[in-house]
């Protein structure tokens, strides 16, 4: 039970790191690079700003082999809440949307129930959610890796069915592993798949192995064009979200073309 290697994903998760216009501009550059390419096996989900969600979806729109997500949103689906931004309001611009990243979790204290329930919403608006978890440096050190992982996916399922699962995609996100973290040694290839074993075992226990075999399961922290291939290679590994490389559109093709020649 390892997984099906079919359905490979990038996800390209811009944070707040370029201009409007340079999102844009990478935008440009995503849609001439990709020219010529056929990732027959792969998807590309690009994430950007709110601001420039809809400039980059246009810009992406006649690209078949990419796709608009967005970086988070809030659980509510109206209301009084300055500054957030709703399901509703993405809906039109979003095929995908990241929830429960550690860098959200640590601004906001989003809780694991809190990303279970936006997932939910977001499926029944028909966005992908891309469900983060991971556990911090912190928790590494105090060999609590499983037990923080374990409590965060069987928090999830908690408001899955089995057909709402087969629409989560999950991402196992060491915290210490981002690359805003300075991590001082890049994660195990073998370990990270390891740990993406047990969150498959873990939805094997409670909707069977089909849907365990289904699920996508993606890798991220600190990913690039020369380690990507370490990760993806492992056994039931989908695909990766990728944060600071995913800025350099040169670099993120290069990503897409190398995870697709290892999807089979
Ligand atoms: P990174 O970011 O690839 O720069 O480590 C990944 C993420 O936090 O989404």
């Known amino acids: 039970m390892l997984g099906n290697k079919k359905n490979g994903l ?3 998760n811009w944070k707040m790191e370029l201009s409007h216009k340079g ?6 550059a995503i849609k001439n690079l990709s020219k010529g390419h056929n990732w027959g096996n792969t998807k590309l989900v690009v994430c950007p700003s709110y601001p420039s969600l809809m400039a980059v979806a246009q810009e992406l729109a006649k ?3 990419v796709e608009i997500g967005a970086q988070n ?6 209301g009084a809440w ?8 993405i809906a039109p611009f979003v095929q995908w949307c990241i929830v429960g990243h550690s860098e959200q979790r640590k601004l906001t204290g989003l809780n694991d129930e809190q990303v279970a329930q936006t997932a939910v919403r977001l499926i029944q608006y028909g966005i992908t959610p891309i469900v983060c978890l991971g ?3 912190e928790q590494r050190a105090q060999d609590k890796t499983i037990e923080i ?3 965060q996916m069987k928090q999830l399922l908690a408001f899955m069915t089995r057909m709402l699962m087969a629409k989560v995609v999950v ?3 060491p915290v210490w592993a981002i690359s805003a973290n300075n991590p001082m040694d890049l994660p195990d290839p073998a370990d990270m798949a390891g740990t993406m074993l047990l969150l498959r075992k873990i939805v094997s226990a409670e909707f069977g192995n089909e849907a365990a075999e289904r699920m996508r399961v993606l890798y991220g922290g600190s990913v690039k064009e020369s380690n990507v291939a370490e990760y993806v290679k492992e056994p039931g590994v989908n695909g990766v979200l990728v944060g600071s490389a995913s800025t350099q559109p040169r670099q993120l093709i290069e990503i897409v073309n190398l995870v697709d020649g290892l999807i089979e």
């Open 82 to 89: 300055t500054g957030e931004v709703s399901i509703n309001q």
């Open 171 to 173: 991402t196992y996100e």
């Open 10 to 12: 990038v996800v390209a």
């Open 63 to 65: 690209v078949d082999e």
């Open 73 to 78: 949103v809030h659980s509510e689906d109206k």
């Open 135 to 137: 556990e911090t440096a």
């Open 23 to 28: 999102e844009v501009e990478a935008a440009k």
């Open 149 to 151: 992982v374990t409590g």
